[in-house]
């Protein structure tokens, strides 16, 4: 199966592209934008994918309250795009949507059944990105949380929670991390391997929930990470108000539980192994 992955420079992206190794067809912003419907479906078209997967997006949160006409254009309208290429070829689709669809007052693990109801423009615009994947007949709309893995988030500079705790322990003395905002750390590589069991496994369409099994806040996720590393650095509380980052609206508790896949792993044991990812690649740097 020839699948076309679609911001495949992205954190996400680049762990799809190693799991379907010679099989992946990558695409990122420098080969397509998804805005573009004309463009988009000739490269399709033209690269001829059995199935397409979509992990491109606006995701820069703060940034999209006051840029919602680019959020809603890639978040929305650019699966729109996506939708009528694949209707078109008559392919899957694998769109990979978030946790901020849900508003955070469930308190309790988030399922494929609970109903979305988002806070803030992000979570809005993604909502509305999934409605638009779901005409597709054989759809999967894959909800995923904090993201984490060696090769960073490109939008954020090639960082990412693990990467930024790393640098503090090697530059700081103390750090504070928020210890009310839960969500489920989940694994690039692990989510991928997920995903491809998913296309490839004839799994009926519908909506995924794929994340490491467990939750935590910011703060546990932290400490997890000075434990398993050995770093002397402090580690202080933060308690964030209900609006943060001039009256950004975030979801307080965001776990993620599947009742139609099983488990991914603990994030603590993908996390162990994500670190020592970083220690290999850190030997090469020196």
């Not at 995923?144 to 954020?156: D, E, H, N, T």
């Not at 530059?171 to 069991?197: C, H, L, Q, W």
């Not at 509380?237 to 975030?250: M, N, S």
Request: net charge neutral.
């Amino acid at each position: 199966m020839k699948v076309a992955i679609i911001g495949a420079g992205g954190q996400l992206g680049r762990e799809l592209v190693k799991t379907f190794g010679k099989d992946a067809l990558p695409l990122d912003i420098g080969d397509v934008d998804i805005r573009d419907a004309g463009p988009l479906g000739r490269i399709l078209a033209d690269r001829n994918p059995d199935a397409v997967i979509n992990t491109a997006a606006f995701h820069n949160v703060p940034a999209c309250e006051t840029e919602g006409e680019t959020a809603f254009a890639v978040n929305a309208l650019g699966v729109r795009n996506i939708r009528d290429a694949c209707l078109e070829r008559n392919v899957p689709l694998v769109h990979i949507s978030t946790d901020y669809v849900f508003d955070g007052r469930k308190n309790a693990p988030y399922t494929e059944e609970d109903a979305p109801h988002p806070l803030n423009v992000y979570g809005v615009s993604k909502l509305a990105g999934e409605f638009f994947a779901r005409h597709v007949p054989r759809h999967y709309v894959v909800r995923i949380s904090s993201l984490f893995g060696a090769g960073g988030c490109v939008g954020k500079g090639g960082t990412n929670f693990v990467k930024l705790m790393l640098e503090a322990a090697r530059t700081r003395k103390r750090v504070a991390v928020s210890s009310n905002i839960f969500s489920s750390p989940t694994y690039a590589p692990d989510a991928a391997g997920r995903i491809r069991e998913i296309l490839e496994g004839g799994f009926p369409s519908g909506i995924y929930h794929v994340a490491n099994d467990g939750g935590c806040s910011w703060y546990e996720f932290a400490a997890e990470i000075f434990r398993l590393t050995g770093a002397t650095i402090r580690l202080e509380e933060r308690t964030e108000t209900p609006e943060i980052e001039g009256g950004l609206r975030r979801p307080w508790y965001t776990v993620l539980h599947s009742l139609k896949t099983a488990p991914l792993r603990p994030w603590q044991d993908a996390l162990a192994d994500n670190l020592a990812e970083e220690r290999r690649l850190l030997s090469r740097v020196e």
